[in-house]
């Protein structure tokens, strides 16, 4: 990978919890958790997408939302894999770029959904980094 691809400022995460924050499941909740142990929680995201992140967590990769459906048949037509999402804040919202590695280069989608990437994240098997900075956010308040 060339040199625009280093990810200096980011730490490596993984999913620590999923779950609602109401009753009838309509807004999600998640913790990201970094490799040293700190922890970042976001919410304000669609119950439907923490859905899909529970079952494809739990291996149910069988239906998939037609959006990530698109995503996945445009990579394969393409020889696009997807290698990594990155989460970062962009003003008051979470943010994500997406890398996908080509034969030859890394193209990188940027500013999605971060609640969208990170299922990508979770069904395709790749890396969630995080912007150093929100998890020292978290802890100064």
């Not at 999913?15 to 009838?24: A, E, N, T, Y």
């Not at 149910?60 to 394969?76: C, F, G, H, V």
């Not at 940027?110 to 900075?133: C, E, G, H, M, Q």
């Amino acid at each position: 990978m060339d040199e625009t691809f280093t990810s200096e400022g980011f730490v490596t995460a993984s999913i620590s919890f999923v779950g609602f924050v109401d009753k009838l499941g309509l807004e999600g909740l998640l913790t990201l958790k970094s490799d040293d142990g700190r922890e970042f929680p976001i919410r304000a995201f669609s119950g439907e997408v923490a859905r899909h992140i529970l079952r494809f967590r739990e291996g149910d990769k069988s239906t998939i939302p037609t959006i990530y459906n698109l995503i996945e048949e445009i990579s394969s037509m393409q020889d696009l894999l997807l290698v990594e999402v990155r989460i970062y804040r962009n003003g008051p919202v979470l943010r994500s770029n997406l890398y996908f590695k080509t034969r030859k280069e890394i193209i990188t989608l940027r500013n999605y959904r971060a609640s969208d990437s990170i299922a990508l994240a979770v069904f395709f098997d790749v890396p969630i980094k995080v912007r150093k900075n929100l998890f020292e956010e978290t802890i100064e308040q």
